[in-house]
Nanobody, 126 residues
Framework: QVHLVESGGGLVQAGGSLRLSCAAS????????MGWFRQAPGKEREFVSA????????NYADSVNGRFTISRDNVQNTVSLQMNSLKPEDTAVYYC???????????????????WGQGTQVTVSS
C-alpha cells in the first residue's frame, strides 16, 4: 500500500508559477515510478509528467513541455512539479500517482499506475 499526499495547489494569475509536491509513504520510494495527471471539469484525466525510479527517464505531455519540470527526492520521499508560465487551460485538479511495477521507464498512461493521491486544485486566472 502506498499513501500519496499532494500539496502546493492554489490560485495564480496567467504567467505565474506554482510548485506542487507529493509525499509518498508505505513503500521504499526508490522502487516507485511517479507521475502527475490532471483533470479539468468535464474532461478526462490526462497525463502531465512522469519520472522513473532513479529519475533518469522523464516524460512530459506536449502541452506542458518546456513549462513544467518534474523532479524527485529519494531521500525525502517526494516528487515535485514546478509549473511556470501557467495558462488558464492548466486549470485542473492535479493528482500524483505511483507505479509499483519496477518499470524502468516513466509511464505515461493511467492504467500503468497503482495508487493515486486525493488531488490538489490549481486555478489559473486570465
Amino acid at each position: 500500500q502506498v499513501h500519496l499526499v499532494e500539496s502546493g495547489g492554489g490560485l495564480v494569475q496567467a504567467g505565474g508559477s506554482l510548485r506542487l509536491s507529493c509525499a509518498a509513504s508505505g513503500r521504499t520510494f526508490s522502487t516507485i515510478a511517479m507521475g502527475w495527471f490532471r483533470q479539468a471539469p468535464g474532461k478526462e484525466r490526462e497525463f502531465v509528467s512522469a519520472i522513473s525510479l532513479s529519475g533518469g527517464s522523464i516524460n512530459y505531455a506536449d502541452s506542458v513541455n518546456g513549462r513544467f519540470t518534474i523532479s524527485r527526492d529519494n531521500v525525502q520521499n517526494t516528487v515535485s512539479l514546478q509549473m511556470n508560465s501557467l495558462k488558464p487551460e492548466d486549470t485542473a485538479v492535479y493528482y500524483c500517482a505511483a507505479d509499483i511495477s519496477f518499470r524502468i521507464a516513466a509511464p505515461t498512461t493511467r492504467r500503468d499506475y497503482d495508487y493515486w493521491g486525493q488531488g490538489t486544485q490549481v486555478t489559473v486566472s486570465s
